[in-house]
């Protein structure tokens, strides 16, 4: 039988992918700590909190239109949770720029998520 704590953040993390594929920005945001690490996966950096999180998913929802599917969940040892996930981005044209599988790292803290690293694939 599954932690329950596990089932929850498996829950909240679903959702939260969910949310960010509908452009649910508020709903994805509600899923998060109020000083949430956010990487910017575009230009680089950390962004932190909701509101910066929020401008930089605006800016790249301008230019990028990314769609990303959760593949596999596992809890580490360390209690962070690895993501491995299916993400494909394209531009505002339609056209094909990034179809990979990568793992987004999660922390939770106050049954939120405090934060997120991508770890890029190994060539």
């Known amino acids: 039988m599954k932690d329950v704590a596990i089932s929850e953040q498996e829950t909240i993390l679903r959702q939260t992918y969910q949310h960010f594929n509908d452009r649910n920005i508020d709903a994805t945001l509600a899923m998060m700590h109020p000083e949430v690490d956010w990487p910017n996966g575009m230009e680089g950096g950390i962004e ?17 239109d990314p769609h990303v599917e ?27 720029l990034i179809d990979q599988i990568i793992h987004h790292i999660y922390t939770f803290e106050d049954g939120l998520i405090k934060a997120m690293e991508i770890q890029l694939p190994v060539d």
Do not use: C, P
């Open 48 to 64: 932190h909190g909701h509101e910066a999180v929020r401008k930089y998913w605006t800016r790249q929802w301008n230019i990028l």
């Open 70 to 96: 959760l593949v596999q969940f596992i809890k580490e040892k360390d209690g962070r949770i690895d993501l491995t996930v299916h993400q494909v981005v394209y531009d505002v044209e339609g056209n094909l």
